[in-house]
């Protein structure tokens, strides 16, 4: 099941960055103030390089790029 | 090259997947196509931001690989066939019907590499039919580990093979 990320905050929302320079505009969104953007875990990392998980997935995402090809034939 | 799109300017709210070309034709010269880079894109493909710095940053769509390889074939077959007798382009290649996938990979070992996996579709938002996203969540993914540097590693031998067109090359994709 696909969960749907939260919306993204407006990127014209409130600025808080210094004002001094009129063409100064900081970043509002950063890893540490995002809730949506996710650090892997040990886990995760660990499975990017476990081999029997990754022959899985080898079969799975061929499976799946084969559906875009062939959704994609003209 | 201009070609069959809609190029008139319009606010991103009223981007339309049937502004992008279907048969890439140029409207000003119609023996003449421009497939892959060459047709001019007629707007971003994501709304543009600017980055803190003020660098304007609008995503262009991607128009090698996989797509231009879709679109060379259905200009390929619409010159054929205009060859033929045919008053206009037969076949249709628009990038808001198709899809894509990529696979960006590091290293050359076969179990020290890694690769970031990716597909996308279609290409083209469309909120019409997809409309939280623009695009189809289940066909649309990434992914990073092991398995997409396999999966490089069995492209580039593919598509070498299909290069010397040895037996059996057409049925491989692009």
Same mark, same amino acid.
């Given at each position: 099941?696909?969960? %749907?990320?939260?919306?993204?905050?407006?990127a014209?929302?409130?600025?808080?960055?210094?004002r001094?320079?009129p063409?100064?505009h900081e970043?509002?969104?950063?890893a540490?103030?995002a809730?949506y953007?996710?650090?892997?875990t &040990?886990?995760?990392r660990?499975?990017?390089t476990?081999? %029997? *998980?990754? @022959? *899985? &997935?080898f079969?799975?995402?061929?499976?799946?790029?084969?559906?875009?090809? &062939?959704?994609?034939?003209? | 090259m201009r070609v069959?799109?809609?190029?008139?300017?319009?606010?991103f709210?009223?981007?339309?997947?049937g502004?992008?070309?279907r048969?890439y034709?140029s409207?000003?010269? %119609?023996?003449?196509?421009?497939?892959g880079?060459?047709?001019?894109?007629p707007?971003?493909?994501?709304? $543009?931001?600017t980055?803190?710095? #003020?660098?304007?940053?609008a %995503?262009?769509? $991607?128009r090698?690989?996989m797509?231009?390889?879709?679109?060379?074939?259905?200009?390929?077959?619409?010159?054929?066939?205009m060859?033929?007798g045919?008053? &206009?382009?037969?076949?249709t290649?628009?990038?808001?019907?198709? #899809?894509?996938?990529?696979?960006?990979s590091?290293?050359?070992? @076969?179990f020290?590499?890694?690769?970031?996996?990716?597909?996308?579709?279609?290409?083209?938002?469309d909120?019409g039919?997809? $409309? @939280?996203?623009? +695009?189809d969540?289940?066909?649309?993914?990434g992914?990073?580990?092991l398995?997409?540097?396999?999966?490089?590693? @069995?492209l580039?031998?593919?598509? /070498?093979?299909?290069? +010397?067109?040895? $037996?059996g090359?057409? /049925?491989?994709?692009?």
């Open positions: 099941m696909t969960v %749907p990320n939260p919306p993204m905050p407006r014209d929302g409130p600025a808080s960055a210094d001094s320079s063409g100064h970043a509002k969104v950063t540490a103030t809730p953007v996710t650090r892997p &040990r886990w995760t660990f499975t990017r476990f081999v %029997p *998980w990754q @022959l *899985w &997935r079969a799975r995402i061929n499976v799946k790029m084969i559906r875009i090809i &062939r959704s994609s034939r003209t | 069959d799109a809609d190029y008139a300017a319009k606010p709210e009223r981007w339309a997947p502004d992008w070309p048969t034709q409207p000003a010269y %119609p023996n003449i196509f421009a497939a880079i060459a047709f001019a894109p707007h971003a493909i994501s709304l $543009p931001h980055s803190p710095n #003020g660098t304007v940053i %995503p262009a769509p $991607p090698t690989g797509p231009s390889a879709e679109i060379g074939k259905a200009v390929a077959r619409s010159i054929a066939d060859i033929g045919a008053p &206009r382009p037969t076949h290649a628009s990038m808001a019907e198709m #899809g894509a996938a990529c696979v960006a590091a290293g050359a070992h @076969l020290t590499g890694t690769a970031a996996s990716m597909t996308v579709y279609p290409i083209v938002p909120f039919r997809y $409309p @939280l996203y623009g +695009r969540l289940d066909r649309t993914f992914e990073i580990g398995a997409g540097h396999w999966i490089k590693i @069995l580039h031998h593919m598509f /070498l093979y299909k290069a +010397r067109m040895h $037996p090359w057409a /049925l491989i994709p692009e």
